[in-house]
């Protein structure tokens, strides 16, 4: 399925091919904006192709006991087999696409391929391809990772990745040896090499306007999921947050933050406008409001004949002004996440907003022509008591007396996940499973307390299967180097929460276990910029 956009190059006249690959489908792969910036980066490149791989639809865990499924994945380009090419590169966002990583391995033959590494592999020409990773789970911590794979960049890809494929060809034609290639890459801003163990500082682009504008970018036919934004033209607006919650990935780890010149973005916007096949811009961002041009940002957009897209937006933020450029532009959805009930809570975890703030916003966008509004939620913080749950369902039902239409509030209620090198990193208690059942209370009031209010559409109905998932979530965010081992067995058992529960019982090992040496402090991955 390709666009007017894809990059097909002859590959009889390029030095290196590279599986840029997202594990998962492939309407979310090209909803990714590292997708289409590593993609537009390498292709740019006149000696390298880039080349796309996504997961199929519809496969079962492991890939070698899937019986309907024997067709090996092929690169969406060329059709070339995994195996064939020179490197395979993964963006890794989402630690439960750990599974989805592992079958695309397995399916290329490349699963069990790290009894040697890839630069001792003595046969070149039968090796299989260097195997990479980065994305915002990498950054997190790799050592879940490192049993699968050969280098890892940690923080951002523009400072090094072009540098290290150069390095990777010199290599390749035998112009450097094993050592001087190790040598080079290792020195290199955020490249870890899991063998070497080398000290490793995260790799930072100062300053957003240095990043490559992927223009044109790849647009599909439209065959599009809920969810996913593959037919939108992406802008990044900024990296991290200046508002340092607690709680927060980017944050700590996209540190600084920083934005994007004015004058960068007005040149995108009108580059999505002369190629006349995107009619909405996404702004990509974790707080693409913050960036202190963002109504003059939108304005551009409307003034362009274009729409845009907003990611969660701070409450603070939501000015008369800016509501009726969204109107405008004929938002019906807007993403806010107060986070708790509680204004004592939420100001512990470092979001600042008062419910005198949160009620009289929501009464602008009541009054707007915007008739949906998504809630996110944290349960399970540090300090949280069984008021805190209260609070929620007396801040959504005072939303709600403002009067709103059927399914207008829609509430979405996670698990706090601890991630390493934030200031909650070791704040675990409330996954361990003698506290599972308070959460499970907890999911059960706030359903009991919201169902029966027409306005409120509650997306966590399956609490247990919300912290199944957040338990293997935090366990891959907070493990160690051992931790490759127990993941490859839960995969191969199926890669459901009974496979995990039959690896732990094959293996002897215990998650709670696990997670009580996190809460004393262990930390076996420090991140420094």
């Not at 512990?348 to 966008?365: C, E, H, Q, Y």
């Not at 361990?432 to 509650?458: D, F």
Request: hydrophobic share 40%; aromatic share 12%; glycine share 4%.
């Amino acid at each position: 399925m390709f666009s007017k956009f894809s990059v097909k190059k002859d590959l009889n006249r390029v030095d290196l091919i590279f599986g840029l690959t997202y594990p998962n489908i492939q309407e979310i792969g090209m909803s990714s904006h590292a997708i289409r910036l590593l993609y537009f980066m390498i292709n740019s490149q006149e000696n390298m192709a880039c080349e796309r791989v996504f997961l199929p639809d519809h496969i079962r865990y492991p890939h070698s006991r899937h019986k309907y499924y024997h067709e090996p994945v092929r690169t969406l380009e060329h059709q070339l087999l995994l195996k064939d090419l020179d490197i395979l590169g993964f963006s890794i966002q989402f630690e439960n696409d750990y599974r989805n990583v592992l079958w695309i391995l397995e399916n290329a033959s490349c699963l069990s391929k790290k009894n040697a590494p890839f630069w001792e592999q003595k046969n070149r020409n039968e090796r299989l391809p260097l195997i990479i990773g980065g994305g915002p789970v990498i950054t997190s911590n790799p050592l879940p990772f490192t049993k699968f794979f050969d280098v890892f960049f940690i923080g951002d890809a523009e400072p090094s990745l072009l540098t290290f494929l150069n390095h990777y060809l010199e290599w390749n034609q035998e112009i450097i040896t094993n050592r001087e290639f190790l040598n080079k890459i290792k020195q290199l801003p955020g490249v870890y090499i899991p063998r070497l163990k080398n000290p490793v500082k995260r790799a930072i682009l100062e300053n957003l306007d240095d990043s490559p504008s992927p223009i044109p970018q790849s647009s599909f036919p439209k065959i599009e999921r809920k969810g996913t934004f593959q037919h939108h033209y992406f802008i990044e607006v900024n990296r991290g947050c200046p508002f340092q919650c607690k709680f927060c990935l980017s944050s700590f780890h996209n540190y600084p933050f920083r934005n994007k010149s004015i004058e960068k973005i007005f040149e995108e916007i009108e580059a999505c406008k002369k190629m006349g096949v995107f009619d909405v811009i996404a702004f990509i961002g974790s707080c693409v409001s913050a960036h202190p041009r963002f109504t003059d940002i939108c304005k551009k957009v409307l003034n362009s004949g274009l729409s845009f897209t907003l990611p969660s937006i701070r409450i603070e933020h939501l000015t008369k002004e800016n509501i009726s450029l969204m109107e405008q532009v004929g938002i019906k959805t807007i993403t806010i996440a107060p986070e708790t009930g509680s204004e004592a809570l939420r100001r512990s975890i470092g979001k600042n907003i008062s419910d005198v703030m949160i009620l009289n916003t929501i009464k602008r966008l009541r009054e707007s022509q915007i008739r949906n509004i998504k809630f996110y939620f944290l349960i399970g913080l540090p300090n949280e008591t069984e008021e805190d749950i209260e609070n929620i369902i007396s801040l959504v039902l005072q939303i709600n007396a403002l009067g709103f239409e059927k399914h207008a509030l829609r509430i979405n209620v996670n698990p706090f996940i601890p991630k390493f090198n934030t200031p909650f990193q070791f704040e675990i208690t409330h996954l361990l499973k003698e506290n599972i059942q308070y959460l499970l209370q907890s999911y059960q009031k706030l359903e009991k307390g919201l169902k029966k209010v027409k306005s409120i559409k509650i997306n966590f109905k399956n609490a247990k299967n919300i912290l199944n998932k957040a338990r293997l979530q935090a366990f891959i965010s907070l493990g160690d180097e051992k931790m490759g081992e127990l993941l490859e067995c839960y995969y191969q058992q199926g890669a459901n929460f009974g496979a995990l529960r039959r690896a732990e019982k094959l293996l002897g090992f215990s998650m709670d276990s696990y997670f009580l040496k996190i809460k004393k402090g262990h930390q076996p991955w420090k991140l420094y910029s």
